[in-house]
């Protein structure tokens, strides 16, 4: 399902610009997060995306056939991979794949409204080089994994895909026509899961720890799947 303001952007798709985000998690549990899509860097929910000259392609989904298998092609130059000459533990590492318009990113390139498309995630399956000069890595579906029984829809272990309040300033109320999450209570918390006494800074950071938990007790209506390996 698309987020309704993703929708109305899509309608003005002359006024505006997909971006292609993309965080590697590595095994080592650092991230890395980057777009190939702009010039410089970006700043998308509260996260920094670096710009680098990653080649990404592939990702195109057709209804017949076998599923895609992406690349990611990196040039090494800079350092980026140079940890994992001595240790090439990229395979089975997680690539989230996001999609969403420049007026969605944060200011001054947008509004900060932080809709996107579902975000998709992928694993790296296979390195097919790694050197010094340049890394090329395989992806394949984290829902398309040999012997792996999953429903078919995507599947995101530390990212909730409930849809949050919005501060409505003009009415000094909060908005819940979009939201699907339920949470209702007064406590505020900004992107980081600290409390915040303006509720015009509450965002919820979709993680488990930092947004789930500082807001529910007891059952938690957290839309991802931590356990998902």
Same mark, same amino acid.
């Given at each position: 399902?698309?987020?309704k303001r993703i929708s109305q952007s899509a309608a003005r798709s002359d006024e505006v610009t997909i971006i292609e985000l993309f965080d590697v998690t590595f095994a080592d549990g650092s991230v890395l997060r980057f777009t190939p899509s702009h010039p410089v860097a970006v700043s998308f929910?509260?996260?920094?995306y670096? $710009? /680098?000259p990653i080649t990404a392609r592939g990702f195109k989904w057709s209804g017949h056939g076998a599923s895609p298998r992406p690349v990611l092609?990196?040039?090494?130059? $800079?350092? /980026?991979?140079? +940890?994992? /000459?001595?240790?090439?533990?990229l395979i089975g590492c997680a690539v989230i794949r996001t999609l969403t318009f420049i007026d969605e990113c944060d200011a001054? /390139?947008?509004?900060?409204?932080?809709? +996107?498309?579902?975000p998709e995630r992928w694993i790296i399956e296979r390195i097919t080089r790694l050197d010094e000069d340049m890394v090329n890595m395989e992806l394949a579906s984290a829902a398309d994994l040999e012997q792996m029984m999953l429903p078919a829809r995507v599947m995101l272990a530390d990212l909730c895909q409930h849809?949050?309040?919005?501060?409505d300033q003009s009415g000094q109320i909060f908005d819940y026509t979009k939201a699907t999450c339920p949470y209702t209570g007064s406590a505020s918390f900004d992107a980081n899961g600290d409390p915040v006494?303006?509720? $015009?800074r509450d965002q919820c950071s979709l993680r488990l720890s930092t947004g789930c938990k500082k807001r529910f007790t007891g059952a938690l209506?957290?839309?991802?799947?931590?356990?998902?390996?």
């Amino acid at each position: 399902m698309i987020d309704k303001r993703i929708s109305q952007s899509a309608a003005r798709s002359d006024e505006v610009t997909i971006i292609e985000l993309f965080d590697v998690t590595f095994a080592d549990g650092s991230v890395l997060r980057f777009t190939p899509s702009h010039p410089v860097a970006v700043s998308f929910a509260s996260h920094s995306y670096q $710009a /680098l000259p990653i080649t990404a392609r592939g990702f195109k989904w057709s209804g017949h056939g076998a599923s895609p298998r992406p690349v990611l092609e990196a040039s090494n130059h $800079a350092g /980026l991979f140079s +940890s994992q /000459l001595d240790h090439p533990d990229l395979i089975g590492c997680a690539v989230i794949r996001t999609l969403t318009f420049i007026d969605e990113c944060d200011a001054p /390139l947008g509004d900060g409204g932080g809709a +996107s498309f579902t975000p998709e995630r992928w694993i790296i399956e296979r390195i097919t080089r790694l050197d010094e000069d340049m890394v090329n890595m395989e992806l394949a579906s984290a829902a398309d994994l040999e012997q792996m029984m999953l429903p078919a829809r995507v599947m995101l272990a530390d990212l909730c895909q409930h849809r949050y309040r919005q501060w409505d300033q003009s009415g000094q109320i909060f908005d819940y026509t979009k939201a699907t999450c339920p949470y209702t209570g007064s406590a505020s918390f900004d992107a980081n899961g600290d409390p915040v006494a303006d509720p $015009a800074r509450d965002q919820c950071s979709l993680r488990l720890s930092t947004g789930c938990k500082k807001r529910f007790t007891g059952a938690l209506p957290f839309l991802g799947f931590p356990g998902l390996q």
